[in-house]
Structure formats: structure tokens, C-alpha cells
RNA sequence: CGCGGGGAAGAGUACCGGUUGCUCGCAAGGCUCAUAACCUUGAGGUAGUGGGUUCGACUCCCACCCCCGCAACCA
């Protein structure tokens, strides 16, 4: 009760391919928020997981020969491994297929919704293209036929259950309007306020067993599985103690990508609404990654693969160039040469050089008394950390590494203009001058942990504070400069 | 077709109706503690195009062009 909870989430993701840096980008986002809040004290619980049932997913395992479920056990643990590539600190990974903890809480859902009256069944009729193995729309047509497949679709006729979303969309239009489901950035809010404008219809929930067989059941009715809503959405909620804990305390954000929004803002609420379950506080939704300016795609095959980049530049720069150089809330670009241009300026010639500085002029010094710290420095950082609050708030990741980043230059600065490698300097004007700088740098670390934790630990390593006193350690080059 | 977002110096971005600010990159000078680094100064933008409103617009309005997402079964 007295300690300020914050539940944060990635969506899960689907787990026909291995992970990409997009998904490697919403992780860092969700992580670096999470990392902030619990580094404000807050009693954080970061979820991210795996969508792993669909009709693609089994047809990826049977064109690899495999089972699904061995299929799926095979893509998560590259997902879960993400985490000591990227140093991420999640506290839990839902699995969709995990029988034990997602699958009752779907089922529980679906009744929810079943018991408010809003699931009824409905004989779906539509075209379907063979080569597709789905329906297709009529847009997807040319001639008559599949655009791809070249093909005439076949109609077909099912039967589905479906959810009355059109009941909710007023409610749900009112609740974005008043940010009581905040959507961030506001240009979002306003796409998906002018989309519910337009009204909602009634979506299909399950498909017929025979087709869909790698999924969660529908409770009550063999002959069905629940299509992607029920089953994916709910993972919110299984992978953080289920029905009753989301009651008491639902998702303080959902970190999704803009492809996404419309499910996140409209079905998802709507779904809860039903179950008479509390709506997630906010949205935040990030752009997407372009590489050297084209759309990623394995088509294309410009995919970027994260462990490869870890592997190469190691796991802060990759951590530092998504959040930095990535607009958070934008789509932004992915390249080599800009990747390494971000390294050498602002890591290696302005972090690392500056911690070099700093730790080697202060090491000279053996153990020392923090003396006063100047009123010029104690309000630059006061400036830099409400900065940073402003932009965490937003969820601006790349605006707050901006705003610690001109902390940084004000250290070099300082430095630069007092000279405490002069040899005139008396030592206690050296010491003082140090510790001024050593303070800059602790802070610069502070605000850097939910970003650069590696980093941040290895500067706090070198600077032993205590009772006043302080001894500092010359470091290890952080970032050596890559050199073309 | 429609809806939404975006188009600003080589790259990434901020604010704003009233001499375009910041970061990286580039050039010159300074300094030498530090990872050929750091500091200072400078060059470089007719703010997508064309109209309009206004004493005055990058900022408001309209049209058009280009890019991105959505367009309901595609996870």
C-alpha cells in the first residue's frame, strides 16, 4: 500500500522467427523505464513472453519438420535468451502455450466475457484462397483472383464465435478522450480516437478446431479454439498472478509497437470492459526500426539480428544506440556507420573519455574528503535529473540520454576551465576541483543506470565513498574507440 | 479512395506567431589531465511544394507531392 507499484509490459512476441532489433528495441525501452522506476523506488514488475499458438506457427513447425510444441520451446528460449544479451531485467516470461499458468486464465476470460453476454456465434462467410491458406478480402483481389496466388478464393462458410466489441465503442472512445486510458504520443491517441470515431463491428474469437488445432481451447465448446484475441492478450494477465491481481493492480503501461494500436486501444479494452476488469493505465507506442532507411523485412533480408550486434559492439553500445539514436516514440533508422559514429561521439569521446579523466586525475589523490561542491554544479544536476523525470514520464528515452549527456559536457567543461592538473594548484584546491568533477560523474551514473547498467556499475566500482571520504580507482577504457 | 502521423543544415532531433536551438559529423583556434580526447569559435538550413490568414509564419488554414502505419481476421 505504501509503496508505489508499477507493472510494465512488452507484447509478447510471435514466436514463428527468431528475434529481430525491433522487438530487441521494445524490450530496451520497457527495461529501461522498468529499471528507472525501480530505480525510484518502486516495486516493479516487468513482463515480456512469447505468442506462440496460430495457424502460421504450426504450419512454420511443419515446414521445419517439428512439433509445434517442440517448435515454440525452441523460439522462446532464443527470445528468453535476449535477456543476458541485452542485460535485461524482466521479472517474468509468459509463454502463450504454457498450460499451467496462461491457458486457465484465457479460458476465465472468455467466460467473463461469455457471462456479460458478449460472445455469440455466427456463421462467418469468406473468401478463401487456398495458397493463403486464409481468407482473403476482397481488396486483396485483382480480377477475381488472389493478388499473389493468382487464384480464384474459394467462398466458405464457418462457424465462429464472436465479440461484441461494437457494444463498447463509445465507452472505450470516452475513457481514450479522457486519458483515463492515456495513449502516448498524442499523435496515437488521436489516430485511434478518429478510428473509433468510425465505429466498431463485431470481430471473430475462435475458429473451428479442425483448422486451428494449436491453440487454447474455447471452454465449453470442443469444436472451437480461441483465435488470437483471447488467447494473446490475456498474457497480460497470466503472466502476472492472474485475474485477481490484475483486479487489484493492472498494467501501468503497455509498451507496443504502432502496428498494433488498434488491438491495444480498442479490442483489448473492450475485452476487459466485458470482463468487468480494470483497463491498463496507459498506452506507449514506439516506431518502427528501419534499416539504412528501408523497412526491415526477410524478404528484403536486411534483417538485424541483436546477438549479432551484442557480439560485435557488446551490450551497452547496442543498448545505448536503440534508445538514443531511436526517437522513442518514432520510427528511426538502424546503420552501421551511424551506429559506430554514435559510439566513437558520444560513448567513447564523451562517457568514457570523461570517466577516464576524471577517475585518473582524482586516483592521483589517494583518499580524500568530499569537500563543498559548488552551487554551479549542484544546480546543473538538479536541472539534469529533473530532466530527465520530465522525459521518463513521457517515456522520451532518447530526449532524457540527451538531457545526461549534456551533464557530461558540462563536467568536461568544468574541467577544462579549473585545471586541476595544474602544477600551481595546491592540493586542496585540486581536491576540491575533483570533487566537484567526481560528483558530476557519480551523478552522470546515476542517471545513466536504467540505460547503461554495465556501465554504471563498473564507474560505481571505481569510486568508493565512505563516511565522507573518498578514493577513487583509474578506470578501464568503458568504450575503446572503434577506429575504421 | 479513406483515417492518422511525419517531411527542417550531411545525420538525428527541440521549442515556438515576432532575429531556427541542441547532439553527432565537418573546419579553424586553444589546451594537454583524459580513449588523436576535451574546450572555444566557425561553415552549413529560401524549415517538402504552392497558395492563403496576419503588421509578421517553420509555427495557423487550404491544396498538392513524398515516406510510414492502420484500413477488422493478418500474429
Known amino acids: 500500500m505504501t509503496k508505489k507499484e508499477f507493472y510494465i509490459t512488452t507484447s509478447i512476441a510471435y514466436a514463428n522467427a527468431a528475434p529481430h532489433i525491433g522487438f530487441a528495441l521494445e524490450s530496451l525501452q520497457a527495461d529501461a523505464i522498468a529499471r528507472y522506476e525501480r530505480q525510484s523506488g518502486a516495486e516493479t514488475f516487468f513482463l515480456t513472453g512469447t505468442d506462440e499458438h496460430g495457424s502460421k506457427i504450426a504450419r512454420a513447425a511443419e515446414a521445419a519438420g517439428k512439433d509445434p510444441g517442440v517448435f515454440v520451446d525452441a523460439n522462446a528460449d532464443r527470445f528468453r535468451s535476449l535477456k543476458d544479451a541485452l542485460?535485461?531485467?524482466?521479472?517474468?516470461?509468459?509463454?502463450?502455450?504454457?498450460?499451467?499458468?496462461?491457458?486457465?486464465?484465457?479460458?476465465?476470460?472468455?467466460?467473463?466475457?461469455?457471462?456479460?453476454?458478449?460472445?455469440?456465434?455466427?456463421?462467418?462467410?469468406?473468401?478463401?484462397?487456398?495458397?493463403?491458406?486464409?481468407?482473403?478480402?476482397?481488396?486483396?483481389?485483382?480480377?477475381?483472383?488472389?493478388?499473389?496466388?493468382?487464384?480464384?478464393?474459394?467462398?466458405?462458410?464457418?462457424?465462429?464465435?464472436?465479440?461484441?466489441l461494437s457494444k463498447y465503442t463509445g465507452e472505450i472512445e470516452l475513457k481514450i478522450k479522457n486519458d483515463e486510458l492515456l495513449i502516448l504520443p498524442?499523435?496515437?491517441?488521436?489516430?485511434?480516437?478518429?478510428?473509433?470515431?468510425?465505429?466498431?463491428?463485431?470481430?471473430s474469437f475462435s475458429r473451428p478446431a479442425k483448422d486451428l488445432s494449436w491453440g487454447v481451447p474455447v471452454p465449453g465448446d470442443e469444436t472451437q479454439t480461441m483465435y488470437v484475441w483471447a488467447d494473446a492478450l490475456s498474457n497480460y494477465i497470466s503472466g502476472h498472478g492472474g485475474i485477481g491481481a490484475w483486479q487489484k493492480h493492472p498494467a501501468d503501461v503497455h509498451l507496443i509497437g504502432k502496428d498494433i494500436l488498434r488491438f491495444h486501444a480498442a479490442i483489448w479494452p473492450a475485452m476487459l470492459l466485458s470482463a468487468k476488469l480494470p483497463l491498463p493505465k496507459s498506452l506507449f507506442v514506439h516506431g518502427h526500426i528501419l534499416v539504412e532507411g528501408e523497412k526491415m523485412s526477410k524478404s528484403v533480408g536486411n534483417v538485424v539480428d541483436?546477438?549479432?550486434?551484442?557480439?560485435?559492439?557488446?551490450?551497452?553500445?547496442?543498448?545505448?544506440?536503440?534508445?538514443?539514436?531511436?526517437?522513442?516514440?518514432?520510427?528511426?533508422?538502424?546503420?552501421?556507420?551511424?551506429?559506430?559514429?554514435?559510439?566513437?561521439?558520444?560513448?567513447?569521446?564523451?562517457?568514457?573519455?570523461?570517466?577516464?579523466?576524471?577517475?585518473?586525475?582524482?586516483?592521483?589523490?589517494?583518499?580524500?574528503?568530499?569537500?563543498?561542491?559548488?552551487a554551479s554544479v549542484v544546480s546543473?544536476?538538479?536541472?539534469?535529473?529533473?530532466?530527465?523525470?520530465?522525459k521518463m514520464k513521457n517515456f522520451r528515452l532518447s530526449e532524457a540520454l540527451m538531457a545526461v549527456f549534456e551533464l557530461i559536457q558540462f563536467g568536461d567543461r568544468y574541467a577544462n576551465d579549473h585545471k586541476p592538473w595544474d602544477k600551481n594548484l595546491s592540493p586542496e584546491e585540486k581536491r576540491k576541483i575533483l570533487g566537484n568533477l567526481v560528483e558530476i560523474l557519480r551523478s552522470a551514473t546515476h542517471f545513466l543506470r536504467p540505460f547503461l547498467p554495465g556501465t554504471a556499475e563498473k564507474i560505481a566500482g571505481a569510486v568508493e565513498v565512505s563516511d565522507g571520504t573518498m578514493t577513487v580507482k583509474k578506470i578501464e577504457p568503458l568504450f575503446p574507440r572503434l577506429t575504421a
Open 306 to 374: 541483436p546477438f549479432e550486434l551484442v557480439e560485435k559492439y557488446g551490450t551497452d553500445p547496442v543498448r545505448y544506440y536503440l534508445l538514443r539514436e531511436i526517437p522513442s516514440d518514432q520510427d528511426g533508422d538502424f546503420g552501421y556507420d551511424k551506429f559506430e559514429e554514435r559510439y566513437n561521439g558520444d560513448l567513447a569521446n564523451g562517457l568514457g573519455n570523461f570517466a577516464a579523466r576524471v577517475t585518473t586525475l582524482a586516483s592521483g589523490l589517494g583518499s580524500f574528503t568530499i569537500g563543498e561542491i559548488d
Open 87 to 164: 542485460n535485461l531485467s524482466w521479472d517474468g516470461f509468459i509463454r502463450t502455450s504454457d498450460r499451467k499458468t496462461h491457458w486457465p486464465v484465457a479460458q476465465e476470460l472468455w467466460q467473463r466475457l461469455e457471462k456479460s453476454g458478449d460472445l455469440y456465434r455466427k456463421t462467418y462467410r469468406g473468401l478463401y484462397c487456398v495458397g493463403h491458406e486464409a481468407f482473403v478480402t476482397p481488396k486483396d483481389l485483382v480480377d477475381g483472383k488472389c493478388a499473389d496466388h493468382k487464384k480464384e478464393p474459394e467462398v466458405i462458410e464457418e462457424e465462429n464465435w464472436f465479440f461484441r
Open 380 to 390: 546543473k544536476i538538479e536541472v539534469t535529473e529533473r530532466h530527465v523525470a520530465e
Open 186 to 203: 498524442e499523435s496515437r491517441k488521436n489516430e485511434i480516437l478518429s478510428l473509433l470515431k468510425q465505429g466498431l463491428e463485431d470481430i
